[in-house]
């Protein structure tokens, strides 16, 4: 399957890039697993050593422990040396949506204090402006979903409370609350209205990433071939 190939040579590029001796932000979603367990492989062979990951959600915990990646929290380090994470959208300002696993509420907390964070995406991911494929998620405490959804569809989204697939009812996410996926026609001010999202009372955190990313790897197939760039 030459898309998870690709997820897992862009995992890996991301992996080899972490130091012995680093405390990793460990992402969440289908790519960052990849690179969680090539940190985990590299551990190991002995190759890598010392790592410790902050996990950015229980997916990224559980495969962490799959992976022997030993963990510790924020109250126990003074910085996060990299962070390893996905996105949905990459616009050529490297500004990111990212919650399509509705986990960026950790995310953007891990990934905002990391001094390296490192993306790891297909090329699909790359758009030209914020908003033209994926709408951004926001999570809100349950009961304020529905003035949130009248106040977002003020500013021109179209809200949608995310329903659970093998759950019944909506997502909750890993902090109890629910998520609103609010598509926009296309974002000109991702700065702005990642501001004003946020500062709608009962909204805990937007997906929209500004001014974060500091590398991105773009996994690509090129002739039947898995190449990153
Ligand atoms: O939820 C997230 O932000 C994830 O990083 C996600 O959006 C990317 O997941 P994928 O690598 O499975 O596409």
Excluded: W
């Excluded at 950790?106 to 790891?120: S, T």
């Excluded at 926001?138 to 949130?148: H, S």
């Excluded at 977002?152 to 949608?160: R, S």
């Amino acid at each position: 399957d030459p898309v998870k190939l690709m997820k897992q040579k862009v995992g890996k590029a991301a992996a080899d890039l972490v130091k012995s001796g680093s405390i990793v932000g460990l992402g969440t979603g289908s790519t960052t697993a990849f690179a969680i367990q090539y940190i985990g492989e590299r551990l190991k062979s002995g190759e890598l050593k010392d790592i410790v990951g902050v996990p950015t959600s229980f997916q990224a915990e559980v495969l962490a422990k799959e992976y022997g990646i030993p963990l510790t929290t924020l109250d126990a380090i003074d910085h996060i040396d990299i962070a390893i994470d996905g996105a949905d959208e990459v616009d050529p300002q490297k500004n990111l949506i990212k919650g399509g696993g509705a986990a960026h509420t950790r995310e953007k907390v891990v990934d905002y204090l990391a001094d390296q964070f490192i993306v790891v995406v297909d090329g699909g991911k790359l758009v030209d402006r914020l908003g033209s494929v994926f709408a951004v998620p926001v999570e809100v405490i349950p009961m304020a979903v529905t003035p949130v959804m009248r106040a977002v569809a003020k500013l021109g989204g179209k809200p949608e409370l995310r329903m659970g697939v093998k759950k019944a009812g909506p997502v909750i996410t890993d902090q109890g609350n629910m998520v609103i996926d609010v598509k926009f026609d296309s974002i000109d001010d991702p700065v702005n209205l990642e501001k004003t999202l946020n500062n709608i009372p009962g909204v805990l955190e937007n997906g929209i990433f500004v001014n974060c990313a500091d590398r991105v790897l773009i996994g690509e197939v090129k002739d039947g071939q898995p190449v990153v760039r």
